[in-house]
C-alpha cells in the first residue's frame, strides 16, 4: 500500500505561482507513473499532469500547458507540481496519484490517491 500526501495548497491572486508537493510512503515510488489530477466545485475531477517513473516523460492538459510543470525527486520519493501565472480558473482542490508499472485502460487509472490540497486564486 502506498500512501501519499500532498502539501503547499493555499490562497494566493491571480498571476502568482504555487508548488505541490506529494510525498509517496514507499521506496518503490521510483517505478510508478505519477499524476495531478483537480477538482473544482461542481465539477468532475480532470487530469493535469502525469509524469513517468523514470521523470523522463511527462504530459499535461491543454489548460495548464506552459504554464505547471510537474518534476519528481526518486531520492526524496516526492513529485512536484509548479504551478505559475495561476489563474481563477485554476482554483480546484488538486490530487496526487500513483500507478504501478502497468498500461492504464483509462486516463484517471491510478492505484492509490491522496487526499488532496486546496488551491484557491483571487482575481
Known amino acids: 500500500q502506498v500512501q501519499l500526501v500532498e502539501s503547499g495548497g493555499g490562497l494566493v491572486q491571480a498571476g502568482d505561482s504555487l508548488r505541490l508537493s506529494c510525498a509517496a510512503s514507499?521506496?518503490?515510488?521510483?517505478?510508478?507513473?505519477m499524476g495531478w489530477f483537480r477538482q473544482a466545485p461542481g465539477k468532475e475531477r480532470e487530469f493535469v499532469a502525469r509524469?513517468?517513473?523514470?521523470?523522463?516523460?511527462?504530459s499535461y492538459a491543454d489548460s495548464v500547458k506552459g504554464r505547471f510543470t510537474i518534476s519528481r525527486d526518486s531520492g526524496e520519493n516526492t513529485v512536484y507540481l509548479q504551478m505559475n501565472s495561476l489563474k481563477p480558473e485554476d482554483t480546484a482542490v488538486y490530487y496526487c496519484?500513483?500507478?504501478?508499472?502497468?498500461?492504464?485502460?483509462?486516463?484517471?487509472?491510478?492505484?492509490?490517491w491522496g487526499q488532496g490540497t486546496q488551491v484557491t486564486v483571487s482575481s
Open positions: 509524469i513517468s517513473g523514470s521523470g523522463g516523460i511527462t
Open positions: 514507499q521506496r518503490a515510488f521510483s517505478t510508478y507513473t
Open positions: 496519484a500513483a500507478r504501478r508499472p502497468r498500461a492504464p485502460v483509462r486516463l484517471d487509472d491510478y492505484d492509490y
